[in-house]
């Protein structure tokens, strides 16, 4: 089993920044694959925002937020982290904390929820004008 725990989460406004963090369990994360994922209000589907093989490749960015938001991770302490520059109101949502324990992953199905098995709970973002 693998716990992750999200945190970070709050009130920003336009053009500001935020960071989120997760906190993992598990005694072999550094071969999990991590993903950012976040559902916006209104009835909207969750969608990925970025995602960071476990292998060392490059990360994984959702056009929406290329250029403005960064995924790294702290294997030894078993975090992975969200900095948010350049928030947009329309990055208001809930943002979740994933893992895949594959150790299979592909350029093509990294952003698809179907591979990560372990979820976090979800930090709310807002972004106020």
């Known amino acids: 089993q693998v716990r992750l725990v999200e945190s970070g989460g709050g009130l920003a406004q336009a053009g500001g920044s935020l960071r989120l963090s997760c906190a993992a369990s598990?005694?072999?994360?550094?071969?999990?694959?991590m993903g950012w994922f976040r559902q916006a209000p209104g009835g909207k589907e969750r969608e990925p925002v970025a995602?960071?093989?476990?292998?060392?490749?490059?990360?994984h960015y959702a056009d929406s937020v290329k250029g403005r938001f960064t995924i790294s991770r702290d294997n030894a302490e078993k975090m992975v982290y969200l900095q948010m520059d350049s928030l947009k109101v329309e990055d208001t949502a809930v943002y979740y904390c994933a893992a895949d324990l594959s150790g299979n992953w592909r350029r093509s199905t990294i952003f698809s929820e179907r591979e990560y098995a372990y979820w976090g709970q979800g930090t709310q973002v807002t972004v106020s004008s």
């Open positions: 598990g005694r072999t994360f550094s071969t999990y694959t």
């Open positions: 995602a960071m093989p476990w292998t060392g490749d490059s990360p």
